[in-house]
């Protein structure tokens, strides 16, 4: 039996890919002939090595395509059957021509709510509505408007319970093994336990955000110290959106992480990717993301100098760009 690879995104809507994409097109395989792999953009092209060899097919879902991400599937596309890829990051773009001209992959790629919304316009697997429901979580998980209360409950609980430790690979497996058995999530006692510790970090992270955030050009800037991003890490993309609604203005959140500044930045209409972009132009850095929701990877430098950094770009990038406004779409 040939075997094959899933590597995905290590988050709420690519664990959901991930169980929508075992479930309709490699439930022949699973589970001995599948070998599954959670990464995060910036390290996709280092984790995903870890699927193994001799595979018919790997498909990569969810995952922001970088520069070295497309030249890595591009060596692998050597040495494999086939390959697909199925992503809704905007940042994805830029790579998405060159990949789908060679005749082993397939891209799937478009602004979509989710991953697994994408999988469900284009490639209309016929979905139960335990699936369905699924697809709902997932559209929250990326900052949706949620269809119905039972969705945002269990949206909230999957991202929380990531979140505590979004390096807990053998959970996210567990996740979608309970998705595949079509288990009810609201009465997973892993996930509850999970979401109730991160709950507890989220609040005291928020209460420090809304006491020293500084606000330059109407966005909430904060910084965090290296202690605190250890800390509070994995919740911080939850806490810059929860921190962006409750105050109703764009966020940014500063971090210094080993050997590196982080910025995530959270806004109303596109600004975010902007933002981002021009941080990561001005400093030789990395941006990704969407356009409401993205962040950027910069050279290692005091917080004091990320705020007159950020501060700058903030006050330059404007609310809005004529003839260049993204719709809503979460
Ligand atoms: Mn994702």
């Known amino acids: 039996m040939p075997r094959s690879g899933v590597v995905c995104h290590g988050d709420c809507d690519g664990i959901i890919s991930a169980f ?3 479930k309709h097109y490699l439930m022949d395989s699973w589970p ?7 990464t995060q953009p910036w390290r996709a092209q280092i984790d995903a090595r870890k699927v193994g060899e001799n595979l018919s097919e790997v498909v990569f879902l969810d995952l922001a395509v970088s520069e070295e991400f497309a030249r890595y599937i ?3 596309s050597g040495k494999v059957g086939r390959i697909t890829i199925i992503d809704h990051h905007m940042s994805s773009d830029e790579h998405v021509e060159e990949l789908s001209n060679i005749p082993n ?4 790629w478009r602004k979509s709510p989710s991953c697994p919304r994408l999988m469900k316009e284009v490639l209309k697997p016929h979905m139960n509505p335990y699936e369905e429901f699924l ?3 997932a559209d929250v998980c990326e900052g949706g408007e949620a269809r119905s209360e039972d969705a945002a409950k269990v949206a909230d609980l999957i991202k929380l319970s990531i979140a505590r430790n979004p390096g807990d690979l053998s959970y996210m497996k567990h996740l979608v093994e309970a998705m595949l058995e079509g288990k009810d999530l609201l009465s997973d006692p892993e996930l509850l336990s999970r979401a109730k510790i991160a709950k507890f970090l989220l609040w005291r992270l928020l209460k420090i955000m809304s006491e020293r955030s500084l606000e330059v050009a109407a966005t ?6 290296l202690s605190e991003s250890r800390i509070y890490a994995g919740l911080l993309g939850i806490a810059a959106t929860e921190f962006a609604r409750m105050s109703r203005k764009d966020v940014v959140l500063i971090r210094r992480e080993e050997g590196k500044v982080v910025v995530t930045v959270r806004t109303l209409n596109d600004r975010a990717y902007r933002i981002c972009r021009e941080l990561a132009a001005r400093l030789k850095g990395r941006f990704g ?6 962040s950027a990877t910069l050279p290692d430098m005091s917080l004091g100098e990320a705020m007159k950094l950020v501060s700058e770009v903030v006050k330059s990038v404007p609310r809005e760009v004529r003839g260049n406004r993204v719709r809503r779409t979460h």
């Open 20 to 22: 929508i994409y075992i």
């Open 32 to 38: 001995r002939n599948v070998s599954m792999v959670f």
């Open 74 to 76: 591009k060596q692998l």
């Open 105 to 108: 992959i397939k891209v799937v």
């Open 135 to 137: 697809v709902d979580v």
């Open 220 to 225: 909430k800037i904060v910084a965090l110290d």
């Open 289 to 294: 993301g969407h356009a409401e929701a993205a």
